[in-house]
């Protein structure tokens, strides 16, 4: 009997947890399903944006482990057990955090949609570099697309957080 190869089967989907947060969210995940999916339609969170949904635009930037990654190209699978963050989880309590207020402060938002993107990436650099020179705010957001702003306030703004963020250190110290 000739039998007719099955075509390409798909495992089904397993139940993984992320921490997403802080909170540990677990959902049936299939194998290709991107963390971009897993944050926007089984988690309804929406601040990660999906702009080309192939690694382009960087609007879809969340942080895994601390580090900046395209949920677009990550598989949720690959971040099952690991920490992202996401612009929901950005805010301390009802306070904005200092860069999410520098850009209010500066005007560096118009349409707002690589904005989670910018300001993740920010608080990355801020988190690991002091008082980060101008080229390396250039360079932390060089991987996302505005079309809106021309990228001048939304530098001015990451350079006024680092600053009050500085100063803040320094006060705690005395
Ligand atoms: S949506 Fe991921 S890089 Fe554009
Ligand atoms: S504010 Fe519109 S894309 Fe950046």
Do not use: W
Not at 20 to 43: I, K, S, Y
Not at 97 to 113: K, M, R, S, T, Y
């Amino acid at each position: 009997v000739t039998k007719t190869p099955r075509p390409f089967a798909s495992r089904p989907p397993v139940a993984a947890t992320l921490v997403v947060n802080g909170v540990p969210r677990t959902r049936a995940v299939a194998e290709a399903m991107t963390l971009l999916d897993f944050l926007r339609e089984e988690l309804a969170l929406t601040g990660t944006k999906r702009g080309c949904d192939g690694g382009e635009c960087g609007c879809c930037t969340v942080l895994l482990d601390g580090e900046p990654v395209l949920a677009c190209l990550t598989l949720a699978l690959e971040a099952e057990g690991h920490e992202v963050r996401t612009i929901e989880g950005i805010a301390r309590g009802p306070e904005l955090h200092p860069v999410q207020q520098a850009f209010v402060e500066h005007g560096a938002l118009q349409c707002g949609f690589c904005t989670p993107a910018m300001v993740l990436n920010a608080v990355h650099l801020l988190e690991t570099t002091a008082a980060p020179s101008s080229e390396a705010i250039k360079d932390c957001i060089s991987g996302t697309i505005c079309r809106c702003t021309g990228y001048t306030k939304i530098e001015a703004a990451i350079a006024a957080a680092a600053a009050r963020l500085t100063a803040g250190a320094a006060s705690t110290e005395d």
